[in-house]
């Protein structure tokens, strides 16, 4: 491991006095004077796709100090948004006023909210310093002036584009692929493609990537998902019901916002008008389904399709990063609706070190990049955007291979670099459950964490309840929208008063923790099913109790897919998969013991000394997620038992660099 520092290059050791780092060389080239002058945009260039149905894009090209539209042959990137590329323009149109975006930036960078009760409000904000907008939006005007060309295309069904929204399907897959082709055909194009964009154009660039046509050479996926299901659908069973809603609603909302220009210049394309028509609010009905069919023998047939591992819907959401055969760079975040995914898609990309990255922050969705940029970090993720295109489309190496390959923010620490995920010097150990109490938490009942077995058996009950609306779980899944209130996403205090609370022992020596973490949990339900949500958290000395991880499982759901889990040396669970289909439902009889291996997202992080681990154990996480709506009135919103018993012990399966407890 090698600890970022502002007098060294990331990944390497320390350098001479007053030696720029690579993240400094990298700023310089990125930020500094550019071959050409100023950007060209071609406006809605039709795209026809094979079955007919065009699709609309922007094409940037650089223009030079006479005001001449380079006629040479560039690199060209792509970026495919649902978001509509007029949304993308505005924001760069604003930031393209002279002297306004060196102005935002400085005042960014200035602004410290930091000791405040609302510091979560500077750690949003401070996504624009970080390369936000370049990077997600996918429009970087000094990319572009240094000699690129970018095509912004709107995926067909949204935007301006014509035809149905094929929700990542097998259909706007083949787009992809073919606008990937016709970028390479070009005149203007060398016939070399990268892909850039975040979320969803970030999962577009992974599955362009499997199996990748030959001109797309490299692509900077921020903050992409892998495994929807897992990630954000219904993870554990849980659908994802502040995000959700709040996504839906953009795309299917924005992708009605017509092209006033055609209207007013007599090219309006009616084409578009009949495919909205005809599909107005893509999606709507399977997340009506899925929270309000009943009972589970009348689930429709739309509900149950997604809720079948085979169906197109399931295979759609479903990314194959290990048949990804292009150089890849992966930014993520430790909150992120997608982290999940993160470092998972990186280790089973199979590519060596020098041809994949990845960039994982203290971010949630809505904040990628925040706290790169500052002394002893990273550099911006445009900035590093460049170096990798650089390397990968003009065979211009500025030494990005001497980054990573794991560039992390370890939680409880700073900026480190590692050679591997997992950070390798860690092992997966028991910590047990236990009824002794700890003294350090206000919760339904306040356990510790211990090395050892619990010596006696003891049930503890939860109820359902509210309080997580006041969590960090329910900012990830606004997004970071809730973020802004540091009591809540900063602090699980609150929310632990309606939480089973299992606090250790301070620690003596910085801990760290690494990878991913199973909960094994024996519990007991007074109704025919029960939902369990898990944190795993950080307790300073004072008492602030952060969430460092979290996971999620309805009862019914629990069952096991054992080729797709892994387990640590000592036989348990590390990373227990879920196969989330009705067909792999199991009963829960009220009374009756139910063992349960909850998934909680990898993680980096550092518990310092003077500091304790706490895991919470919540009957509930609304409003973040809940059931599907059959399962949720099978638990009748009772009760949970959770069993202490030195025969069958509840457990964390821990992934640290020395014992805990």
Request: charge should be negative; hydrophobic fraction near 40%; include cysteine.
């Amino acid at each position: 491991m090698v600890v970022v520092g502002g007098g060294f290059a990331v990944g390497s050791a320390a350098g001479q006095p007053g030696e720029a780092t690579h993240s400094d060389q990298w700023t310089a080239l990125h930020d500094g004077p550019q071959p050409y002058t100023d950007v060209h945009i071609d406006w809605d260039v039709p795209i026809r796709m094979s079955d007919g149905v065009v699709l609309k894009a922007n094409v940037y090209r650089p223009v030079d100090a006479a005001g001449t539209v380079e006629q040479r042959p560039l690199p060209t990137i792509v970026n495919l948004t649902p978001y509509t590329k007029l949304l993308s323009n505005l924001v760069d149109s604003a930031l393209a006023t002279p002297g306004l975006q060196p102005m935002v930036m400085d005042l960014l960078r200035r602004m410290n909210l930091s000791g405040t009760p609302i510091s979560g409000f500077g750690d949003l904000l401070h996504a624009l310093d970080g390369g936000t907008v370049q990077t997600v939006l996918g429009i970087d005007r000094s990319l572009i002036r240094s000699g690129y060309t970018l095509v912004v295309a709107d995926v067909r069904g949204t935007g301006f584009s014509q035809g149905t929204w094929d929700t990542l399907g097998a259909r706007e897959q083949l787009d992809t692929r073919e606008v990937i082709e016709w970028a390479a055909a070009q005149r203007w194009s060398t016939g070399k493609v990268g892909m850039s964009g975040g979320s969803y154009a970030g999962i577009t660039q992974l599955r362009a990537a499997e199996n990748a046509p030959a001109a797309l050479k490299a692509i900077f996926p921020v903050e992409p998902g892998s495994d929807l299901m897992r990630d954000v659908v219904a993870p554990g069973g849980g659908i994802g019901t502040t995000f959700l809603p709040l996504w839906l609603s953009n795309v299917n909302q924005t992708k009605l916002v017509p092209d006033v220009r055609s209207m007013l210049n007599g090219t309006f394309d009616w084409r578009w008008l009949n495919d909205r028509m005809a599909d107005p609010s893509t999606n709507y009905d399977l997340l009506t389904q899925a929270l309000l069919t009943p009972t589970l023998d009348q689930v429709p047939q739309t509900l149950a399709a997604a809720l079948d591992h085979e169906s197109d819907f399931r295979q759609a959401i479903l990314g194959h990063p290990e048949r990804i055969t292009v150089p890849t760079f992966v930014y993520g975040g430790w909150h992120d609706i997608f982290a999940n995914s993160a470092t998972t898609l990186f280790n089973a990309i199979p590519l060596p070190a020098n041809k994949k990255q990845l960039l994982v922050g203290d971010t949630y969705h809505a904040n990628p990049g925040a706290g790169t940029g500052g002394p002893g970090g990273p550099a911006r993720l445009e900035v590093l955007q460049r170096v990798w295109f650089d390397k990968w489309l003009k065979d211009i190496d500025h030494g990005v291979g001497e980054f990573g390959p794991v560039t992390v923010w370890e939680q409880g620490g700073g900026w480190i670099t590692l050679g591997q995920f997992p950070q390798q010097d860690t092992t997966h150990r028991r910590v047990y459950l236990s009824a002794a109490p700890s003294g350090t938490a206000e919760s339904v009942y306040d356990g510790s964490l211990s090395a050892a077995k619990p010596d006696e058996q003891r049930t503890l009950t939860v109820s359902p309840g509210l309080a997580n609306a006041c969590s960090r779980d329910t900012a990830q899944g606004a997004a970071g929208m809730t973020a802004v209130f540091d009591m809540c996403a900063k602090d699980s205090r609150i929310a632990e008063r309606n939480a089973l609370t299992f606090t250790g022992t301070p620690v003596t020596e910085p801990t760290v923790i690494s990878g991913p973490i199973n909960m094994h949990l024996n519990t007991v339900h007074d109704a025919t099913d029960g939902y369990w949500a898990v944190t795993v958290n950080d307790v300073a000395p004072e008492g602030t109790s952060t969430v460092l991880s979290t996971g999620q499982l309805t009862a019914s759901m629990r069952a096991v897919d054992e080729a797709k889990s892994t387990r640590s040396s000592n036989g348990d669970y590390t990373a227990p998969y879920n196969p989330i289909t009705l067909d792999s439902l199991l009963p829960v009889v009220p009374g009756e013991p139910v063992a349960l291996d909850i998934a909680v997202i990898p993680i980096q992080a550092v518990l310092q000394p003077g500091h304790r681990l706490r895991v919470d154990v919540f009957a509930g996480n609304s409003p973040k997620a809940l059931p599907f709506r059959p399962l949720l009135n099978n638990t009748e919103l009772k009760p949970q038992s959770l069993q202490l018993d030195p025969a069958q012990p509840s457990f964390v399966n821990l992934p640290t660099s020395r014992p805990l407890g």
